[in-house]
């Protein structure tokens, strides 16, 4: 039988390696997520940095209010979460983060429809959840080098950032340098006349 084709790189595997990129640049970056750092793809960052990296257990608000204290006391953490799991920290996000608006990252694991994970998996309810809130930067890439910059353009900016993946496999695009994305700005990815779509 004829070799299967290379499995492409997953969003979280992208993910987890550019964030141990970074942190090799930024010691004030920290990485937090609660009970999932093998589905977050965080227990490679914790195998390089096992002092910057923190499993609070199944407790999501606590992942969340930690890593509020520790953005005010100058860190740039990263909190890994599923989408399903991260509306358990509603509250926190509100007025622990947003509310202060503290640089903190959410990045939100397995975004959208999940269905090979069963009903209580889906992350469907997050964007709509977090557009109200104050100060908070919501991105999706639309490929996995995309991913790569949007964690750049989190660090390069002062706000909360959540940033929404899935968890299907990427494109197998070949590997571009990370920019720094212009916030709010639009890109035209094909012009036409008869149907106008906007992601």
Do not use: W
Request: proline share 9%; hydrophobic share 40%.
């Amino acid at each position: 039988t004829p070799a299967s084709a290379p499995r492409k790189p997953s969003y979280t595997s992208v993910f987890a390696s550019e964030l141990i990129d970074m942190a090799g640049e930024d010691p004030r970056i920290v990485a937090i997520t609660a009970g999932m750092p093998t589905g977050t793809g965080l227990s490679k960052f914790q195998a390089v940095y096992p002092d910057r990296f923190h499993d609070v257990g199944i407790a999501e608000q606590h992942a969340v209010t930690l890593a509020s204290g520790l953005a005010i006391g100058g860190m740039r953490p990263v909190v890994a979460l599923y989408s399903t799991f991260l509306q358990r920290a509603f509250d926190q996000t509100i007025h622990d983060v947003c509310q202060n608006d503290l640089p903190v990252l959410l990045a939100v694991d397995r975004a959208g429809l999940v269905g090979e994970d069963g009903t209580s998996h889906q992350g469907m309810f997050t964007i709509p959840a977090q557009r109200q809130l104050p100060y908070l930067v919501v991105a999706s890439p639309k490929d996995e080098q995309e991913l790569r910059s949007l964690l750049h353009t989190a660090f390069e900016q002062p706000h909360p950032f959540a940033l929404h993946y899935p968890r299907d496999p990427g494109f197998g695009l070949p590997a571009a340098q990370p920019r720094t994305i212009p916030v709010g700005q639009a890109e035209i990815l094909r012009e036409g006349e008869d149907v106008l779509f906007v992601g």
